[in-house]
DNA sequence: ATCGAAGTTCGACATTCATCGAATAAGTGT
DNA sequence: ACACTTATTCGATGAATGTCGAACTTCGAT
């Protein structure tokens, strides 16, 4: 059995799985929404390069929260481990509900 | 100075001071998601009329958590504290976010 | 005046949460 | 082999959170 995963296996939850209350939760610290909203605009980024400013074992953290939630798809590669947002099956079980707080967030920059 | 209100005023947020992680993190509890879909189908309700489980003072926490995110808005009527949803204020800040949510919550019945 | 109804405030409690540092694991490259 | 990079896991810590019961306030009714 072919074992790649660095430590644990990635679980995702399956589309039908995801709850709105995690995703809710997921979306109301600021470290995660910039994640989230880093992903928006481009298909995968490694771990390490987003525009946030917590240590490395929060970020992992974070991760860990946003992919239970079902808000985020992430991947190995080599030495990386690549991100993407599920945005697409985000929308199909809550239809136009990630546009929306991704739009409110883009709307009020000055909570940042 | 005429003071009617019970004990401390009531504070409603100003629509510009609506935080989206406040909106996002008082949404994410199941009680108060109750509230808030309780009052999308009717203009205003008594504070103990709603369907949920929890204990006097629970409630009133609650509705405090949701009053000071700018997601409802109270009024005192005798003895009674009516509450309201502040939907065309959220709407006009987060368009259509409070909808999505709203219709999220609807379309996952088993969640509950 | 007294009682009951409606809600709040306060204090306590257990749980969850965001955060960090240190140690660890896995892969790349020399 | 060895060092470096990337990211995680673990344990600890302080803050926030949801919950409750008891005491209290305010108003309406008897």
Known sequence: MARTS??????????????????LHALSDPTRMTIVHTLSTEPERACGTFPVDVAPSTLSHHFKVLREAGLIHQREEANRRLTALRAAELDARFPGMLAAVLAAYDRTPEAR
């Open 6 to 23: 660095r430590r644990a296996a990635l679980t995702h939850p399956e589309p039908e799985e995801i709850d709105l209350f995690d995703v």
